[in-house]
């Protein structure tokens, strides 16, 4: 292919291979161009010289110089074909595949005369489409033949090149696909999106798939070789069914069918008393019984409360550093089985809380909470006591007979409140940007070439491809009904805020899935992008500027409900509760009439009134007033009333005085020499705005007097609910705890000390006191110094100073062979001055050289200040013992030799030896709770 792109006055001339080969599979695959014609069904193999395309491991492919349109001799039709097989020897091919399909499953012949199970998979990258050849471990259909006959299967009602024949040798298992069947992966039918009239003609057809079958004739005498079968009766595809089909020219056979998860099996049995059986030649091993044996295996595990803090750490001073969301989950529950014995295994995920705290509300944000349960501010009124539900779950239960089919999914959610603000969303736009990388390259790099021309595969081709081998099968998936409450705040030319605008989803259930994770995503995306467009009604009636009219007509909905349904329930249990029911319908009738009338009046208010603020283009005028709503919230009628009035005082006053202040800011904001035209325009300027805030600045107070006053006496009376950040319970350590808390596992911690030092060792020693007794430790190497933390105590208890100190190897003559004695001793010459540094911070990362799991060891939970003085008197002190002495330490003898390795190059380098390491990129992260299992 021959593609051209222009880079400023120069045009760029690339070509690169339309179609490139990647074999997957165990073998070496020849490759070729195959002809078939529709009528005569005679394929024409070998057009050109097979291409050998060895077994790849790596990304390595080939490009297919020959696959290209190949016109039919009499019938100007066009192909693309492609054969296969895994020997030069065997005359044997495949059946000719083409590109159309994405996913399709063949048999591959093999040296052996036996059938290999392979599926051929295309993919689109970069103008490229790569062809991936696999070992298919699913096939759609597969057929045994037990019969004495040589043996052709075709779908019916085919042309083209999807309808040549496949071979059935006998006594042998052969893996087909009908066209049909491929035509259809992945797509996936939605009956609520597609009509249904189009989905019941698909449907109709997929269940009338029918096969043929005949004699194959190249196994003919050569005299009969040119004579052209019949075929026999169709066999339509459907489980459990069985049928005799007579063959023409040869013998009857009984056809039995069954499924086995997501394959189909065929099963080609003799007719007659005559007739002998024939076993299948497997081509596999027979697994061992041990390896057979199934072990059940149950999990259980709940987590109480698990926290997750986002901060933003974009600003270089450490201290400035502030958290931006919050995200508490409370009773998650993971429940797993696989189900030997009771049936297939099964997977249950629920959670019983989910809240995400807007820790910005303490900087200026109108929400402190932005999602939250429904349930925990809004509970329906009811006279029947019912069982609290999770709040999410997911459940999967898979097939008994197939790990590869799922028999069910479903997701069960319960209604949420959502509030997002504008300047929420813009400050994590923001952190996430900073993670990006904009020095890596977005363009595709053209293909390494290797050995004999191939290329590299590129790895999304390679998972899709992986993706798409093993597809996705579900027979049911099942999204249960789910509410969310939207509040928003957007600041465009004017405040645009929303309240309790509803998003109802109804029960979404797709069945017989056989596809893959993304087809299946974007249709169900899909179809709940087209119900919240749906919803665009109900958002425009939640307008605050107009008053919310939507949520008055909810409130009212939900009183009427109330007021009918809560005697109904107290009439089934008995009269005192009838009358209960009606008391407690008609209270809850009113409640949700002057809360919805009241709301919808202070919300209209609410929002008159911040755009009053921002219409006066004066910018101290809109702080102070939202410092005033965040420093007295109107929790309470007085409250409200005394807020609101306080903010019409101010908004008067300030309306006076800038009639008089405007015009002197424009004048005193002129930059550069002022002439009388640019002072007269910066006036007249000033005065606009001072005009403007004297009828803005009045008429937004008078609305915030009215908003506040509204918010008081709801919040006073109970009609409203102020949501604030739930509060997180942390449980005290055992043990104690005091500046730094160290736990070995097998993840690396880094310690920056002022610059850029990665911490090169981490192990856990047993060091030896001046008693005699031993302790536990843990040794931490830097380039410039050697840490010793008492694990007992989680303190430092010495360090040393690479270039002044030297290590010795000692025989201790211990018992115990898996432990080397190492002596820290002081050099002969003057101490070298080191640098001090007085912060440290303290990042997990993995560790700065690549270790097998065995030896890589390092501190897995760290609770830590996030500055560190390393001039307090606990250093100090552990300096000057240093000083004094050596300390003799038991460390590992796998980390003996490392340890020694290191500290002798350290030792010869520089004083600031930091260039001579690679320096690894970190990520930040402020200070934080981690759990770990054991």
């Given at each position: 292919?021959?593609?051209?792109?222009?880079?400023?006055?120069?045009?760029?001339?690339?070509?690169?291979?339309?179609?490139?080969?990647?074999?997957?599979?165990?073998?070496?695959?020849?490759?070729?161009?195959?002809?078939?014609?529709?009528?005569?069904?005679?394929?024409?193999?070998?057009?050109h010289?097979?291409?050998?395309?060895?077994?790849?491991?790596?990304?390595?492919?080939?490009?297919?110089?020959?696959?290209?349109?190949?016109?039919?001799?009499?019938?100007?039709?066009?192909?693309?074909?492609?054969?296969?097989?895994?020997?030069?020897?065997?005359?044997?091919?495949?059946?000719?595949?083409?590109?159309?399909f994405?996913r399709?499953?063949?048999?591959?012949?093999t040296?052996?005369e036996?059938?290999?199970?392979?599926?051929?998979?295309?993919?689109?990258?970069?103008?490229?489409?790569?062809?991936?050849?696999?070992?298919?471990?699913?096939?759609?259909?597969?057929?045994?033949?037990?019969?004495?006959?040589?043996?052709?299967?075709v779908?019916?009602?085919?042309?083209?090149?999807?309808?040549?024949?496949?071979?059935?040798?006998p006594?042998?298992?052969?893996?087909?696909?009908?066209?049909?069947?491929?035509?259809?992966?992945?797509?996936?039918?939605?009956?609520?999106v597609?009509?249904?009239?189009?989905?019941?003609?698909?449907?109709?057809?997929?269940?009338?798939?029918?096969?043929?079958?005949?004699l194959?004739?190249?196994?003919?005498d050569?005299?009969?070789?040119?004579?052209?079968?019949?075929?026999?009766?169709?066999?339509?595809?459907?489980?459990?069914?069985?049928?005799?089909?007579?063959?023409?020219?040869?013998d009857?056979?009984?056809?039995?069918?069954?499924?086995?998860?997501?394959?189909l099996?065929?099963?080609?049995?003799?007719t007659?008393?005559?007739?002998?059986?024939?076993?299948?030649s497997?081509?596999?091993?027979?697994?061992?019984p041990?390896?057979?044996?199934?072990v059940?295996?149950?999990?259980?595990?709940?987590?109480?409360q698990?926290?997750?803090?986002?901060?933003?750490?974009?600003?270089?001073?450490?201290?400035?550093?502030?958290?931006?969301?919050?995200?508490?989950?409370?009773?998650?529950?993971?429940?797993?089985?696989?189900?030997?014995?009771?049936g297939?295994?099964?997977?249950?995920?629920?959670?019983?809380?989910?809240?995400?705290?807007?820790?910005?509300?303490?900087?200026?944000?109108?929400?402190?909470v932005?999602?939250?349960?429904?349930?925990h501010?809004?509970r329906r009124?009811?006279?029947?006591?019912?069982?609290?539900?999770?709040?999410?779950?997911?459940s999967?239960?898979?097939?008994?007979?197939?790990?590869?089919?799922?028999?069910?999914?479903?997701?069960s959610?319960?209604?949420?409140?959502?509030?997002?603000?504008?300047?929420?969303l813009?400050?994590?736009?923001?952190?996430?940007?900073?993670y990006?990388?904009?020095?890596?390259?977005?363009?595709?790099?053209?293909?390494?070439?290797?050995?004999?021309?191939?290329?590299?595969?590129?790895?999304?081709?390679?998972?899709?491809?992986?993706?798409?081998?093993?597809?996705?099968?579900?027979?049911?998936?099942?999204?249960?009904?789910?509410?969310?409450?939207?509040?928003?705040?957007?600041?465009?030319?004017?405040?645009?805020?929303?309240?309790?605008?509803?998003?109802?989803?109804?029960?979404y259930?797709?069945?017989?899935?056989?596809?893959?994770?993304?087809?299946?995503?974007?249709?169900v995306?899909?179809?709940?992008?087209?119900?919240?467009?749906?919803?665009?009604?109900?958002?425009?009636?939640?307008?605050?500027?107009?008053?919310?009219?939507?949520t008055?007509?909810?409130?009212?909905?939900?009183?009427?409900?109330?007021?009918?349904?809560?005697?109904y329930?107290?009439?089934?249990?008995?009269?005192?509760?009838?009358?209960?029911?009606?008391?407690?319908?008609?209270?809850?009738?009113?409640?949700?009439?002057?809360?919805?009338?009241?709301?919808?009046?202070?919300?209209?208010?609410?929002?008159?009134?911040?755009?009053?603020?921002?219409?006066?283009?004066?910018?101290?005028?809109?702080?102070?007033?939202?410092?005033?709503?965040?420093?007295?919230?109107?929790?309470?009628f007085?409250?409200?009333?005394?807020?609101?009035?306080?903010?019409?005082?101010?908004?008067?006053?300030?309306a006076?005085?800038?009639?008089?202040?405007?015009?002197?800011?424009?004048?005193?904001?002129?930059?550069?020499p002022?002439?009388?035209?640019?002072?007269?325009?910066?006036?007249?300027?000033?005065?606009?705005?001072?005009?403007?805030?004297?009828?803005?600045?009045?008429?937004?107070?008078v609305?915030?007097?009215?908003?506040?006053?509204?918010?008081?006496?709801?919040?006073?009376?109970?009609?409203?609910?102020?949501?604030?950040?739930?509060?997180?319970?942390?449980?005290?350590?055992?043990?104690?705890?005091?500046?730094?808390?160290?736990?070995?596992?097998?993840?690396?911690?880094?310690?920056?000390?002022?610059?850029?030092?990665?911490?090169?060792?981490?192990?856990?020693?047993?060091?030896?006191?001046?008693?005699?007794?031993?302790?536990?430790?843990?040794?931490?190497?830097?380039?410039?110094r050697?840490?010793?933390?008492?694990?007992?105590?989680?303190?430092?208890q010495?360090?040393?100073?690479?270039?002044?100190?030297?290590?010795?190897?000692?025989?201790?003559?211990?018992?115990?062979p898996?432990?080397?004695?190492?002596?820290?001793?002081?050099?002969?010459?003057?101490?070298?001055?080191?640098?001090?540094?007085?912060?440290?911070?303290y990042?997990?990362?993995?560790?700065?050289?690549?270790?097998?799991?065995?030896?890589?060891?390092?501190?897995?939970?760290?609770?830590?200040?996030?500055?560190?003085?390393?001039?307090?008197p606990?250093?100090?002190e552990?300096?000057?013992a240093?000083?004094?002495?050596g300390?003799?330490?038991?460390i590992?003898?796998?980390?003996?030799a490392?340890?020694?390795?290191?500290?002798?190059?350290?030792?010869?380098?520089?004083l600031?030896?930091?260039?001579?390491?690679?320096?690894?990129?970190?990520?930040?992260?402020?200070?934080?709770?981690?759990?770990?299992?054991?």
């Open positions: 292919m021959l593609t051209r792109r222009f880079k400023g006055a120069m045009a760029i001339l690339s070509i690169t291979p339309t179609y490139v080969f990647h074999n997957s599979t165990p073998y070496d695959l020849h490759v070729s161009a195959s002809l078939f014609h529709p009528v005569t069904h005679r394929a024409q193999t070998g057009l010289t097979p291409l050998v395309i060895e077994h790849a491991p790596s990304q390595t492919s080939m490009p297919l110089p020959f696959c290209e349109h190949i016109e039919m001799e009499g019938t100007g039709e066009t192909v693309q074909a492609l054969s296969l097989r895994t020997s030069c020897e065997d005359r044997r091919w495949s059946l000719p595949l083409s590109s159309d994405v399709h499953s063949f048999a591959l012949p040296s052996n036996m059938y290999l199970k392979a599926v051929l998979t295309m993919h689109e990258h970069s103008n490229t489409i790569y062809i991936v050849a696999s070992i298919d471990p699913s096939p759609r259909l597969l057929i045994q033949n037990h019969t004495q006959q040589h043996l052709e299967i779908e019916e009602s085919t042309g083209g090149v999807h309808s040549f024949p496949q071979k059935l040798p006594a042998q298992e052969v893996s087909y696909e009908p066209p049909t069947y491929a035509k259809q992966y992945p797509i996936v039918f939605d009956e609520e597609t009509h249904s009239k189009a989905v019941n003609q698909t449907k109709e057809k997929l269940a009338r798939v029918a096969v043929k079958f005949r194959d004739r190249t196994q003919l050569a005299e009969d070789e040119g004579t052209e079968m019949e075929w026999s009766d169709p066999f339509y595809l459907s489980s459990g069914s069985d049928r005799v089909i007579s063959i023409p020219e040869g009857s056979m009984l056809v039995s069918t069954h499924k086995r998860g997501t394959t099996h065929l099963s080609l049995l003799p007659g008393p005559a007739a002998s059986f024939l076993p299948i497997s081509t596999t091993e027979v697994d061992s041990i390896s057979s044996v199934k059940e295996m149950a999990i259980d595990l709940r987590l109480e698990m926290v997750i803090c986002i901060d933003d750490e974009t600003t270089e001073d450490f201290e400035l550093i502030q958290e931006i969301l919050q995200v508490i989950v409370d009773g998650a529950s993971l429940q797993f089985s696989n189900g030997v014995g009771s297939g295994s099964s997977l249950e995920l629920t959670v019983d809380s989910f809240h995400i705290n807007n820790m910005m509300e303490r900087d200026g944000g109108d929400f402190a932005t999602v939250i349960p429904r349930a501010h809004h009124a009811s006279l029947i006591d019912s069982e609290p539900t999770p709040l999410a779950s997911l999967v239960h898979y097939s008994p007979h197939s790990p590869n089919l799922i028999e069910l999914i479903r997701i959610l319960r209604p949420l409140t959502l509030q997002l603000e504008d300047e929420l813009n400050r994590l736009k923001c952190v996430a940007a900073s990006s990388n904009p020095g890596v390259l977005r363009t595709p790099l053209p293909g390494r070439k290797n050995r004999q021309g191939s290329t590299v595969t590129p790895k999304l081709v390679l998972a899709e491809a992986e993706r798409d081998v093993i597809p996705l099968a579900v027979t049911k998936l099942v999204i249960e009904s789910a509410a969310f409450y939207l509040n928003a705040r957007i600041s465009l030319r004017v405040l645009l805020s929303c309240n309790d605008s509803p998003f109802r989803f109804s029960r259930e797709l069945r017989n899935i056989y596809s893959n994770w993304t087809e299946v995503s974007q249709t995306a899909s179809r709940y992008v087209m119900s919240t467009i749906a919803h665009i009604g109900w958002l425009l009636g939640s307008l605050e500027l107009i008053g919310s009219p939507g008055f007509i909810q409130n009212v909905g939900r009183g009427l409900r109330d007021l009918v349904t809560l005697p329930q107290g009439l089934t249990r008995s009269p005192t509760w009838f009358l209960l029911g009606i008391g407690q319908g008609t209270m809850s009738f009113i409640q949700h009439f002057s809360s919805g009338a009241l709301g919808s009046v202070t919300s209209m208010a609410s929002s008159i009134s911040h755009n009053m603020e921002r219409l006066s283009l004066d910018p101290h005028h809109v702080s102070y007033q939202t410092q005033q709503r965040q420093q007295r919230p109107a929790t309470h007085t409250r409200g009333l005394v807020s609101g009035a306080s903010s019409l005082g101010l908004s008067l006053m300030s006076v005085a800038g009639i008089v202040e405007q015009p002197m800011q424009s004048y005193h904001q002129i930059e550069g002022v002439s009388p035209a640019v002072a007269a325009q910066s006036i007249l300027k000033g005065v606009g705005k001072g005009l403007l805030g004297a009828v803005t600045k009045p008429v937004g107070g609305m915030e007097l009215v908003s506040q006053t509204g918010q008081g006496l709801m919040h006073g009376t109970g009609l409203a609910k102020r949501l604030s950040h739930k509060p997180v319970v942390v449980q005290s350590f055992t043990g104690s705890v005091t500046r730094i808390s160290l736990q070995c596992s097998s993840t690396a911690c880094a310690i920056k000390l002022g610059g850029d030092v990665p911490l090169l060792l981490s192990t856990p020693v047993r060091y030896t006191t001046p008693n005699g007794t031993t302790n536990p430790a843990l040794l931490l190497l830097t380039h410039e050697i840490y010793l933390l008492d694990s007992t105590k989680n303190t430092f010495q360090t040393f100073s690479v270039c002044d100190h030297s290590l010795n190897e000692r025989d201790s003559g211990a018992s115990n898996d432990e080397v004695e190492i002596e820290i001793v002081a050099n002969s010459t003057q101490p070298t001055e080191m640098p001090r540094f007085h912060k440290v911070e990042f997990l990362r993995q560790s700065c050289e690549k270790r097998s799991s065995a030896e890589s060891i390092g501190v897995a939970q760290l609770a830590a200040s996030p500055t560190l003085d390393w001039s307090d606990e250093l100090e552990a300096d000057q240093s000083d004094r002495a300390v003799k330490f038991l590992p003898t796998h980390h003996a490392q340890l020694l390795s290191l500290f002798n190059s350290l030792s010869r380098l520089p600031n030896p930091h260039t001579a390491f690679p320096v690894h990129r970190t990520v930040k992260s402020a200070s934080f709770f981690s759990t770990t299992s054991k």
